[in-house]
Structure formats: structure tokens, C-alpha cells
């Protein structure tokens, strides 16, 4: 199998937040060169107190992650999420990839993007795949393009079971960083009246735009180019954020002034490890929780204004 590096400088000071957003492209980890406090962690792990010199003229200002996609994944999606995520986070980035050129990036890993059944009703099918539909289901095709959001991420998949249990017909639904606009045609196709959908990244918006053509609801659905819900109007029954913990937490402080007074917020994106803060913080800012779920190491939530 061939595999893409993806690596992303940052300032040292950012290691742990942008860490947490590069472990939401893979899930089998990344590894993480941080030379900040090169000295004490040589003492303490590796018992010595004699290093390299080409290692101590390392820059301890940033910090670099490795990130390893394999041929079946989608590196352009992964990379327009990390990118997104970070502007999102107001983090100094730069990123550079090693392994399969750009121009093959949306080929090569549609051989392994297959028609996905989620829940009971709905399929993701891919918009060059054919899908045998026996069991009468509800058909969401979808082009990813360089947009996250294919619908076989853990977080993905988590919000997409959430919306097959929530959303009713007439709803009204907003989604918090759209990337692909997976979740808010998958609402409309589901039932909801309408759905607008809001991402910092101007190409996820435009792909949205044209997964939505695709599925024939263009009359249904909104994409914006915004940060989070500041260019959004009304309110809505559900909301959906599938971003990071510290975007979710951000989030709390002004969401009910975008929800019905029983619409529900479904959110995640949330790394296991971050859980707590993010309950911690639901529950200051007066959100109740009504359900729970998790896949792989990822924690999904559905939160209610009411109490």
C-alpha cells in the first residue's frame, strides 16, 4: 500500500490543539516532533544527558506533525479539513506532503470510497458508484472533492445516525462547518424543509453547492462562507457541529440564540480525551444532555436548551 506524509508547522505553543485536529484525519495516530524541552525530556526518558548537535540546532519555536494517509483514503479531504480547522483556530500553519502527487489525490482513493449504509435508512453512495437499492433506502450521493465529509469518518457517521433519529419533517437545520454539506443534505433528504450549511473554507462551500445539485435539493439548502454561525439568521430545530472540542466549547456560550426553544444541537469531532471538558462546558453554558455515543475514540452528542 502507498501512503501520503502530510507534515503541519506550528508554534510550539499550539502543539496540543492542532495535535488533537490531525488526529481526526487517521485513525491509527500521529507522531509529533517537539524539540521545545529537548534537555529534560532526554534526562527523563532516555537517561542521557549527551545529544546530538545537529538535533540541538532543531527549531524549538514550532513544532512539526506527521501525518501518514494511506492510498484508500482521501488526502486532499484530509487535507482541506486541517486547513480549515486550523484558520478556524487562528493557528500559524504550514503544511507540505510527500508520497503520490497532487494530480492523483482524487483518483486514486475513490477505489476504495464504496456505497456506505448508515443506520437504518440512509446510504452513502458515492456519486460514480451504483447502488442496488433492494431495501428501498434513502440515497445520499456525494463528491467529497478536497471537502471533509464523506460520511465513513467516525465523526461523520456518529452525527449521520444522530440526524436519522432527530430530524423531522418541516424541520429547520444549520450545520456548523458543512465541508462537504454531507449532514445538511442528509437532513433534507431525511425529512428537515430546509438546511443551511456555513464553513471557513470558500471550496468546501462551493462543493457542498454541488453535492446538494447533485442529490436534486439545491431549492432546499444554503451554503455560506462564514466563522461558525456569525453570518447566520433564525433559528433552527437542529444544529449540527461536527468540528473540534475547543471550536464546540467556543460554540456553548451563543448556540441556544440559533435553536428552536426544543431544537437540539448534535456535535461532534470530540477526541475521547476531551470529553469531560466538553460536558464540563455544555453544562455551564445550560445544555442538557440527551444522548451520548462514541465510535473508535470519538465521543458525539446531542444537547437540548431546554431543561
Given at each position: 500500500m502507498n501512503w501520503t506524509e502530510i507534515t503541519v508547522s506550528v508554534p510550539q505553543k499550539d502543539t496540543e490543539t492542532a495535535a488533537a485536529i490531525a488526529n481526526m484525519t487517521v485513525p491509527y495516530g500521529i507522531y509529533i516532533e517537539d524539540y521545545s524541552d529537548m534537555e529534560a525530556e532526554a534526562i527523563e526518558?532516555?537517561?542521557i544527558d549527551l545529544i546530538d548537535e545537529?538535533?540541538?540546532?532543531?527549531?524549538?519555536?514550532?513544532?512539526?506533525?506527521?501525518?501518514?494517509?494511506?492510498?484508500?483514503?482521501?488526502?486532499?479531504?484530509?487535507?482541506?479539513?486541517?486547513?480549515?480547522?486550523?484558520?478556524?483556530?487562528?493557528?500559524?500553519?504550514?503544511?507540505?506532503?510527500?508520497?503520490?502527487?497532487?494530480?492523483?489525490?482524487?483518483?486514486?482513493?475513490?477505489?476504495?470510497?464504496?456505497?456506505?449504509?448508515?443506520?437504518?435508512?440512509?446510504?452513502?453512495v458515492p456519486s460514480w458508484e451504483r447502488y442496488d437499492n433492494k431495501d428501498n433506502r434513502i440515497l445520499l450521493h456525494i463528491d467529497p472533492g478536497a471537502a471533509f465529509g464523506t460520511g465513513t469518518h467516525a465523526t461523520t457517521c456518529l452525527c449521520l445516525n444522530m440526524l436519522e433519529k432527530y430530524v423531522k419533517n418541516g424541520d429547520k437545520m444549520l450545520d456548523i462547518g458543512?465541508?462537504?454539506?454531507?449532514?445538511?443534505?442528509?437532513?433534507?433528504?431525511?425529512?428537515?424543509?430546509?438546511?443551511?450549511?456555513?464553513?471557513?473554507?470558500?471550496?468546501?462551500?462551493?462543493?457542498?453547492?454541488?453535492?446538494?445539485?447533485?442529490?436534486?435539493?439545491?431549492?432546499?439548502?444554503?451554503?455560506?462562507?462564514?466563522?461558525?454561525?456569525?453570518?447566520?439568521?433564525?433559528?433552527?430545530?437542529?444544529?449540527c457541529a461536527n468540528i473540534v472540542a475547543d471550536v464546540i466549547i467556543k460554540l456553548f456560550s451563543t448556540v441556544k440564540d440559533y435553536m428552536t426553544e426544543n431544537g437540539v444541537l448534535i456535535t461532534s469531532g470530540i477526541i475521547d480525551i476531551r470529553e469531560s471538558d466538553v460536558l464540563k462546558a455544555a453544562e455551564e453554558n445550560g445544555l442538557k444532555i440527551l444522548q451520548a455515543e462514541k465510535k473508535d475514540n470519538w465521543c458525539a452528542l446531542v444537547l437540548s436548551a431546554k431543561q
Open positions: 526518558i532516555a537517561h545537529a538535533l540541538k540546532k532543531r527549531d524549538r519555536s514550532r513544532s512539526i506533525i506527521h501525518i501518514y494517509i494511506s492510498e484508500c483514503d482521501n488526502v486532499s479531504e484530509a487535507l482541506s479539513f486541517l486547513k480549515e480547522r486550523l484558520t478556524a483556530e487562528n493557528i500559524d500553519f504550514k503544511t507540505e506532503t510527500v508520497g503520490v502527487n497532487d494530480s492523483d489525490w482524487n483518483e486514486n482513493w475513490k477505489k476504495y470510497f464504496k456505497c456506505t449504509e448508515i443506520g437504518e435508512r440512509l446510504t452513502i458543512c465541508g462537504s454539506g454531507i449532514l445538511a443534505i442528509a437532513s433534507v433528504l431525511l425529512g428537515a424543509k430546509s438546511a443551511v450549511g456555513v464553513d471557513i473554507d470558500a471550496q468546501s462551500v462551493k462543493t457542498a453547492g454541488e453535492n446538494a445539485e447533485i442529490n436534486g435539493i439545491s431549492d432546499k439548502t444554503q451554503f455560506i462562507v462564514g466563522d461558525l454561525a456569525e453570518k447566520v439568521q433564525g433559528r433552527f430545530n437542529i444544529v
